[in-house]
């Protein structure tokens, strides 16, 4: 949290408005959809973002450890594709316009999360999938948690490589706050940190993303602020509660989410506390009745666990029932005599539910 | 203080940790203070032949250009340093006062949000910091309100306030309330409030017309100091403080918030500044709310919430001199828990400040009023009411 600055918003008050989050979400749809000079590229839901395409090459930022998508163009050899963010190991897999299987060859792997691929395309369609390793598999698996990094990015390589330490982790989870101020200049340098770390990173925006413009570089480089996809029978929705709220359409959406995976183990993920714990201080939700709104949409949606960040401290509590957690340890400005330093989560889950959370110090 | 996965705490314990008892020990002493001290102040007596503070600002003739001038001067650069119109008018009394009440403000705000900033926010200070924060800024607010008001002549066609407490008072009205994520927009507001020696008892009810909710509440309250029914006052000010238990029922939307609050309310009559001042005030709120939400169809214990009371405004009384008529307020109120709850503003710093309104009421007749209130935060609020009282005047 950063609350002088918020202070300043009293001055503009004659500005306010319920939809401040609109814009932000209809732009979340024109997410991983790219058409250029020939070249159409859709990712399904969004889940990875077109960094470039054109008719012999597409590169994109996954946003999620598995995803489909639908290229077009005149294909006449190979396509290089170029996938960023990737669980270690993954596949791509594509099939041509007759839904023929086509030959997908690994060029080469520059990092364990990045993997350039050759498609023998032939047409004008390639579908394509990236499939991690061990996707169909049921069990437990681990995640990590991070987030409210901010101003402490030139220190964030030190949480990077604990978490690459970890034995099982599979990715890692934010809830936004990754810079001050969210320029494009800043997010890039971000994006240059995660290069250490060895394991993907999926993450919504915070508030920090915001500083300076409602349509926010986030959404170029790292994706959509809503998003949902299915992990080994677990089901994970980002939403965008940077403006303390939800626009009406992530309303919308999230509630199809929750419908959709009622009988799944479902953790959700946004950056906004619903409710502050310490209520005296204030640092959740501008409107405490949307937030009970929503707590009673994830509780009836049966929602396992909830993390939270803004807060730059650790706590872990309930609401109606679902377990919760606020993990703003990225470094960002600490809150002081909460005997909370730098740190990142552990969390272990399975299709049955959330079994362990463990809060890891850093420093 | 935090809990981990496997503590399954008291509710108590849960109550007494959402609270931060040091926040709340030093919330609870400093009102205490504020109880005490204005307990302890001169009682208000009904001589108006008292001479009125900064008496030979009241001396000055100020030609309208000059007039224009001050007002304008007021609002720029009067909004970094209050008091500058009056100081142009002539008036260097209230100027001074005005300028000191900006010092204390800015002061209040220098020392709270260092500390919200510096401390990230801690818990154990938050409470006190965004009350020195939300004070100071309300302080600096009444200056600036009163300097442009006291130079621009308004006093002229000001109101006066109501000396006497109304034996009783009723209300009912229409509210409507735009938020897209709610399942309601109109309400039917009632209010009644008996005023009885020092002593009120309020309650209130509103009921949406077009989904599933009611919100209730019911009030006791205790006048340290102000107007009571038979009894005059000197001026507008007043000192009340103020208990209640309410229910939200949001079932349309999957809710109940049951809640329990108390409150410290003051008034300044500002004629006790400057002359300049006649008919306007200043007006202060503070307190805690605790609830408990409960949510329908689901089995758990409800999750219990703490609140910061807080609000500050500047108005003025309508009406003619010989009778008071009414009177409006442009306030900002920080709880989040009401219709209009927190505002939503475009960039970063959202989920932190409070809504603003205005309020006003006129009385056409001795017992018959109209209400009107708007506000703006989460949602667009606007409520219009019929006003009911008996007693309040001469």
């Given at each position: 949290?950063?609350?002088?600055?918020?202070?300043?918003?009293?001055?503009?008050l004659?500005?306010?408005c319920?939809?401040?989050?609109?814009?932000?979400?209809?732009?979340?749809?024109?997410?991983?959809?790219?058409?250029?000079?020939?070249?159409?590229?859709?990712v399904?839901?969004?889940?990875?973002?077109?960094?470039?395409?054109?008719?012999?090459?597409?590169?994109?930022?996954s946003?999620?450890?598995?995803?489909?998508?639908?290229?077009?163009?005149?294909?006449?050899?190979?396509?290089?594709?170029?996938?960023?963010?990737?669980?270690?190991?993954?596949?791509?897999?594509?099939?041509?316009?007759?839904?023929?299987?086509?030959?997908?060859?690994?060029?080469?792997?520059?990092?364990?999360?990045?993997?350039?691929?050759?498609?023998?395309?032939?047409?004008?369609?390639?579908?394509?999938?990236?499939?991690?390793?061990?996707?169909?598999?049921?069990?437990?698996?681990?995640?990590?948690?991070?987030?409210?990094?901010?101003?402490?990015?030139?220190?964030?390589?030190?949480?990077?490589?604990?978490?690459?330490?970890?034995?099982?982790?599979?990715?890692?989870?934010?809830?936004?706050?990754?810079?001050?101020?969210?320029?494009?200049?800043?997010?890039?340098?971000?994006?240059?940190?995660?290069?250490?770390?060895?394991?993907?990173f999926?993450?919504t925006?915070?508030?920090?993303?915001?500083?300076?413009?409602?349509?926010?570089?986030?959404?170029?480089?790292?994706?959509?602020?809503?998003?949902?996809?299915?992990?080994?029978?677990?089901?994970?929705?980002?939403?965008?509660?940077?403006?303390?709220?939800?626009?009406?359409?992530?309303?919308?959406?999230?509630?199809?989410?929750?419908?959709?995976?009622?009988?799944?183990?479902?953790?959700?993920?946004?950056?906004?506390?619903?409710?502050?714990?310490?209520?005296v201080?204030?640092?959740?939700?501008?409107?405490?009745?949307?937030?009970?709104?929503?707590?009673?949409?994830?509780?009836?949606?049966?929602?396992?666990?909830?993390?939270?960040?803004?807060?730059?401290?650790?706590?872990?509590?309930?609401?109606?029932?679902?377990?919760?957690?606020?993990?703003?340890?990225?470094?960002?400005?600490?809150?002081?005599?909460?005997?909370?330093?730098?740190?990142?989560?552990?969390?272990?889950?399975?299709?049955?539910?959330?079994?362990?959370?463990?809060?890891?110090?850093?420093? | 203080?935090?809990?981990?996965?496997?503590?399954?705490?008291?509710?108590?314990?849960?109550?007494?940790?959402q609270?931060?008892?040091?926040?709340?020990?030093?919330?609870?002493?400093?009102?205490?203070?504020?109880?005490?001290?204005?307990?302890?102040?001169?009682?208000?007596?009904?001589?108006?032949?008292?001479?009125?503070?900064c008496?030979?600002?009241?001396?000055?003739?100020?030609?309208?250009?000059?007039?224009?001038?001050?007002?304008?001067?007021?609002?720029?650069?009067?909004?970094?340093?209050?008091?500058?119109?009056?100081?142009?008018?002539?008036?260097?009394?209230?100027?001074?006062?005005?300028?000191?009440?900006?010092?204390?403000?800015?002061?209040?705000?220098?020392?709270?949000?260092?500390?919200?900033?510096?401390?990230?926010?801690?818990?154990?200070?938050?409470?006190?910091?965004?009350?020195?924060?939300?004070?100071?800024?309300?302080?600096?607010?009444?200056?600036?309100?009163?300097?442009?008001?006291?130079?621009?002549?308004?006093s002229?066609?000001?109101?006066?306030?109501?000396?006497?407490?109304?034996?009783?008072?009723?209300?009912?009205?229409v509210?409507?309330?735009?938020?897209?994520?709610?399942?309601?927009?109109?309400?039917?507001?009632?209010?009644?409030?008996?005023?009885?020696?020092?002593?009120?008892l309020?309650?209130?009810?509103?009921?949406?017309?077009?989904?599933?909710?009611?919100?209730?509440?019911?009030?006791?309250?205790?006048?340290?100091?102000?107007?009571?029914?038979?009894?005059?006052?000197?001026?507008?000010?007043?000192?009340?403080?103020?208990?209640?238990?309410?229910?939200?029922?949001?079932?349309?939307?999957?809710?109940?918030?049951?809640?329990?609050?108390?409150?410290?309310?003051g008034?300044?009559?500002?004629?006790?500044?400057?002359?300049?001042?006649?008919?306007?005030f200043?007006?202060?709120?503070?307190?805690?709310?605790y609830?408990?939400?409960?949510?329908?169809?689901?089995?758990?214990?409800?999750?219990?919430?703490?609140?910061?009371?807080g609000?500050?405004?500047?108005?003025?009384?309508?009406?003619?001199?010989?009778?008071?008529?009414?009177?409006?307020?442009?306030?900002?109120?920080?709880?989040?828990?009401?219709?209009?709850?927190?505002?939503?503003?475009?960039?970063?710093?959202?989920?932190?400040?409070?809504?603003v309104g205005?309020?006003?009421?006129?009385?056409?007749?001795?017992?018959?009023?109209?209400?009107?209130?708007?506000?703006?935060?989460?949602?667009?609020?606007?409520?219009?009411?019929?006003?009911?009282?008996?007693?309040?005047?001469?």
């Open positions: 949290m950063n609350a002088p600055w918020g202070a300043l918003g009293v001055v503009p004659v500005f306010a319920t939809g401040v989050a609109d814009d932000r979400t209809e732009r979340d749809e024109s997410v991983g959809h790219y058409d250029v000079a020939g070249v159409k590229v859709d399904d839901e969004g889940l990875a973002v077109v960094r470039e395409a054109n008719g012999e090459h597409v590169m994109l930022w946003s999620a450890p598995l995803w489909t998508a639908t290229v077009q163009g005149n294909f006449t050899d190979t396509y290089e594709v170029e996938v960023h963010n990737l669980v270690p190991g993954s596949a791509l897999t594509a099939t041509g316009p007759n839904d023929e299987a086509l030959a997908v060859t690994l060029i080469d792997e520059p990092r364990s999360t990045v993997r350039r691929f050759s498609v023998a395309a032939r047409g004008d369609r390639v579908e394509l999938a990236l499939v991690p390793p061990q996707s169909s598999k049921s069990g437990s698996f681990q995640f990590a948690v991070l987030s409210d990094i901010q101003s402490a990015v030139t220190e964030v390589r030190k949480i990077l490589l604990r978490i690459s330490d970890e034995p099982e982790v599979d990715f890692v989870l934010s809830v936004g706050d990754l810079t001050d101020l969210g320029t494009k200049d800043q997010l890039e340098f971000f994006e240059s940190k995660l290069r250490m770390l060895k394991v993907p999926y993450t925006l915070g508030n920090h993303e915001l500083f300076f413009s409602d349509k926010p570089p986030f959404q170029d480089l790292f994706g959509r602020a809503n998003f949902h996809f299915h992990y080994r029978g677990v089901a994970f929705s980002f939403v965008d509660s940077a403006s303390a709220t939800l626009s009406p359409l992530a309303h919308h959406w999230l509630m199809e989410w929750l419908e959709h995976d009622r009988s799944r183990t479902h953790v959700f993920a946004t950056h906004m506390p619903l409710v502050d714990p310490f209520g201080r204030g640092g959740g939700f501008a409107s405490r009745i949307e937030a009970h709104q929503l707590v009673a949409k994830l509780a009836e949606g049966r929602v396992d666990a909830a993390f939270y960040g803004h807060i730059h401290s650790f706590c872990a509590f309930s609401t109606a029932g679902i377990p919760s957690y606020i993990s703003g340890g990225g470094g960002g400005r600490p809150e002081l005599l909460d005997g909370v330093g730098r740190h990142y989560l552990m969390v272990k889950i399975d299709d049955n539910g959330l079994k362990d959370v463990r809060k890891i110090e850093v420093d | 203080m935090a809990f981990f996965v496997g503590d399954v705490p008291s509710p108590l314990r849960d109550i007494a940790t609270v931060n008892r040091p926040s709340c020990s030093i919330l609870t002493v400093g009102v205490l203070v504020l109880v005490a001290s204005a307990a302890q102040a001169t009682p208000a007596t009904t001589s108006v032949s008292d001479e009125l503070p008496a030979t600002d009241d001396e000055v003739t100020v030609t309208a250009p000059r007039r224009v001038l001050a007002t304008g001067l007021a609002v720029f650069p009067g909004f970094f340093v209050n008091g500058t119109g009056h100081w142009v008018a002539s008036r260097p009394c209230t100027a001074r006062r005005l300028l000191l009440a900006e010092g204390v403000g800015l002061g209040g705000m220098a020392v709270g949000i260092p500390t919200l900033a510096f401390t990230g926010a801690a818990h154990y200070l938050a409470g006190p910091a965004v009350l020195l924060t939300l004070g100071g800024f309300g302080v600096v607010l009444a200056a600036f309100g009163a300097d442009i008001y006291g130079v621009s002549g308004a002229r066609y000001a109101g006066t306030p109501l000396l006497h407490r109304p034996s009783w008072e009723t209300e009912l009205g509210l409507h309330v735009y938020n897209p994520n709610f399942d309601f927009n109109w309400l039917l507001t009632q209010r009644a409030a008996a005023n009885v020696g020092h002593l009120n309020s309650m209130a009810l509103d009921t949406a017309l077009d989904g599933a909710h009611a919100r209730y509440r019911l009030g006791a309250g205790y006048r340290i100091r102000g107007p009571l029914p038979g009894t005059a006052s000197r001026d507008g000010s007043f000192v009340d403080v103020d208990a209640g238990m309410s229910e939200q029922r949001f079932t349309g939307m999957g809710f109940v918030t049951d809640s329990a609050e108390v409150q410290i309310k008034r300044l009559d500002l004629s006790q500044f400057g002359p300049t001042l006649r008919g306007a200043a007006e202060g709120t503070t307190g805690i709310a609830s408990r939400t409960t949510y329908v169809g689901i089995s758990t214990d409800g999750d219990d919430e703490a609140m910061l009371l609000r500050i405004g500047f108005g003025a009384y309508l009406g003619r001199k010989d009778r008071s008529g009414g009177e409006a307020m442009f306030y900002y109120d920080h709880r989040r828990d009401d219709y209009a709850a927190g505002v939503k503003l475009p960039g970063y710093g959202n989920g932190i400040v409070g809504h205005i309020h006003g009421r006129y009385f056409v007749s001795k017992q018959v009023g109209i209400g009107a209130v708007l506000e703006t935060g989460s949602s667009h609020v606007a409520n219009l009411s019929l006003l009911f009282r008996s007693g309040g005047h001469p």
